[in-house]
C-alpha cells in the first residue's frame, strides 16, 4: 500500500465508517489496519490530525441505534430487500411495519431511513433509534417512479415545510453582523440587501416556508426583526410574548 492510498483508507475510516455497510466494514478493517502502520514512517500521517468536520448546530449526543436492528437495515438497504420492524413513532405507541427501505440520510446526531409502508407510495423518513426489532423478508424492494435520494434532498424533504412547494417573499431587518454572514452565503439567488440606517439593513429573499426556516431565524433572537410576511411575523411575536412570560421575574 502506497502512503497516498494509505491516507485515503485513513480518511475513509475516520470520516465515511458510518455511511459504510457493515459487510464493508469488517472487509476493510486489515485494509485499515495496515493503513495505519503505512503512514507511521510517512509525513502524510499528521494530516489527518489537521483536517475535521464540523456542524453549525448545537452538538448532541448521538442517539442510541440498536446493533442487531442496524445490522438488519443496512443489509436491507445493500439486498435490496423488505423487512419487518417494530418502530416507535415520536407521539404513538410501538407499531409494527413491513418497510421498504430507499435510503439513510445522515443528519446531525440522527440517522433517517427514507421508506415506504408495505405497498403505499408516499414516503416516510423514520429515525434508526426508535426501531427496537428488525427481521429482513424475502421480498424486492420497490422504487417509487421517479424517486432519487438526491431529489428528495434537493426537494428539501429535511426542511420540514409547512406546505409542499409554498414559498414565501421574507423581509428581515438585520444587524451589520448578520448582514456580512448573509452576504457571503445568501439565503437565495434573488436575495437583495440594503441599508437602512448605520447598523441596519433590510434583507429581501425568496425562501421555502418550513420549520426549518423558522428554527434558523430564532437562532438570531435579537439580531433579526422579521418585516414580511405579515403571518410569520405574528408568528414569531406570539413565540416573543410566550418567552416574555417564562423569563419574566
Known sequence: M??????????????????????????????????NSTLKSSPLADWVDKVRIISNNQ????????SEVLAVI??????????????????????NYEINPLGLIFKGSSIYLLVTLWDYQDIKQLALHRFSEAKLLDKSVIVPSG???????????????????????????????????????????????????????????TVKDTL???????????????IAPLSLREEFAATAKAVNQIYQF
Open 2 to 35: 502506497t502512503t497516498d492510498e494509505a491516507l485515503t483508507f485513513k480518511l475513509v475510516e475516520q470520516f465515511l465508517n458510518p455511511l459504510l455497510p457493515l459487510s464493508v466494514k469488517d472487509h476493510l478493517a486489515s485494509y485499515f489496519i495496515l493503513a
Open 59 to 66: 452538538t448532541l449526543l448521538p442517539a442510541v441505534i440498536d
Open 74 to 95: 443496512y443489509e436491507a438497504l445493500l439486498k435490496n430487500q423488505r423487512f419487518t420492524a417494530t418502530y416507535r413513532p415520536r407521539k404513538d405507541e410501538i407499531k
Open 147 to 205: 424517486f432519487s435520494l438526491d431529489a428528495y434532498i434537493a426537494e428539501r424533504g429535511f426542511e420540514y415545510p409547512t406546505l409542499p412547494e409554498q414559498t414565501i417573499q421574507l423581509t428581515i431587518k438585520i444587524k451589520d453582523k448578520i448582514k456580512k454572514y448573509l452576504s457571503e452565503t445568501p439565503l437565495s439567488a434573488d436575495q437583495q440587501i440594503n441599508q437602512l440606517d448605520v447598523s441596519a439593513y433590510q434583507l429581501q429573499a
Open 212 to 226: 426549518q426556516l423558522r428554527w434558523w431565524l430564532r437562532s438570531f433572537a435579537a439580531d433579526v426583526e422579521i
